[in-house]
């Protein structure tokens, strides 16, 4: 509890993707979206950012591929409903300030919660978002978490490919 997943990011980078805050499972582990049943990485690949399936220890391919992988909140917890809402807001100030030094092409925050409570956004919805932070233009996805029953392993792949669509360039 408590530790850090340190994050997965380069130059020019497509999209930067930030999860809501790490598992304890990626904490003991080192490595991002790492717990068992976690949809992250089959989305990411269904949607095709990546060639083929990824393990959560392989996340350091990402930068070459323009992808990069940080949290909203640092600190992981067993369920992000441990997470304050100041966490949330401070999370947010940090998140802005690391969009703004590695200016992805775009920010996709996993999580309409997460973004609505870190940017004071009450009325975000899943998708691209009307307003920027630090420049850079927002697409909110769901959580992949395997905890989020809403959203199916389809479902996630078809948003995570509306995002893919609009890094085309």
């Known amino acids: 509890a408590d530790r850090t997943v340190p994050d997965v ?4 980078l497509l999209v930067l993707f930030s999860g809501i805050n790490p598992s304890l499972y990626s904490a003991a582990t ?7 049943g976690n949809r992250f990485w089959p989305a990411l690949h269904g949607a095709g950012f990546t060639d083929r399936l990824l393990h959560p220890s392989e996340q350091h391919l990402l930068p070459a591929l323009g992808l990069g992988i940080t949290n909203v909140v640092a600190r992981a917890t067993a369920r992000a409903d441990e997470l304050s809402p ?9 998140l802005a300030e690391r969009v ?4 992805p092409r775009y920010l996709a ?9 870190a940017f004071a956004r009450p ?10 932070i630090a420049g850079v233009p927002v697409w909110v996805l769901p959580n ?25 360039p």
């Open 9 to 12: 990011a380069g130059p020019d």
């Open 30 to 36: 080192g490595h991002h979206f790492a717990r068992p």
């Open 86 to 94: 100041d966490e949330f807001a401070e999370g947010g100030i940090l």
């Open 100 to 103: 703004g030094r590695l200016q």
């Open 109 to 117: 925050v996993l999580g309409v919660t997460a973004y609505r409570a």
């Open 123 to 132: 009325k975000a919805r899943l998708g691209p978002q009307p307003d920027t």
């Open 144 to 168: 992949p978490s395997g905890l989020n029953a809403h959203f199916q392993l389809p479902a996630l792949i078809t948003e995570f490919g509306a995002l893919r669509a609009a890094t085309i």
